[in-house]
């Protein structure tokens, strides 16, 4: 966000695409994986997301198209490597949870929070079960390491 001073402030308010992988090939056109279209279709009848509720619904159309669509791997790779980055960033308005690579260097220290360690395991759990992600994660080294490092956090004690 600019602000009319030209001063540039970045924020992060959780929306209805922030728990999914999307490829945006233009805009107002976003791809997704099938199974998180229920989510985008709720919202679009009801108005209901995770940082807003519109008592009425909005002055909006949308149009699904319900097709298959070739992706390239990259494209992919880099939607699943930006939901990975939403939802484990780390902002002063807000506090998500830790990087799994940081939780597992605490535990190693015997420093880590368990209620932060299954928080962190549970969003994790999110992406390492979608279709995308157990497609492509092993041609892509940050999320083989990415899936090392949840099995290794989610092993702890």
Not at 23 to 30: A, F, H, L, S, T
Not at 50 to 71: I, Q, T
Request: some cysteine; aromatic content about 14%; overall charge positive.
């Amino acid at each position: 966000m600019t602000k009319s001073n030209g001063k540039t402030y970045h924020y992060f308010r959780k929306g209805i695409l922030s728990d999914f992988p999307y490829i945006r090939p233009g805009k107002n056109c976003v791809i997704i994986p099938p199974k998180s279209f229920n989510s985008l279709d709720v919202f679009f009848k009801t108005g209901k997301n995770p940082s807003h509720y519109w008592r009425a619904k909005g002055d909006w159309k949308a149009v699904f198209y319900m097709d298959e669509k070739n992706l390239e791997e990259t494209q992919i790779i880099s939607a699943i490597k930006d939901q990975i980055s939403r939802t484990f960033q780390h902002t002063a308005d807000y506090k998500s949870t830790e990087d799994l690579a940081t939780l597992i260097e605490k535990a190693s220290k015997g420093s880590h929070s368990k209620e932060i360690a299954a928080a962190a395991i549970s969003e994790a759990e999110k992406i390492v079960s979608s279709p995308w992600f157990k497609d492509s994660y092993a041609n892509d080294n940050e999320l083989k390491k990415f899936f090392s490092d949840y099995k290794t956090l989610k092993g702890l004690p």
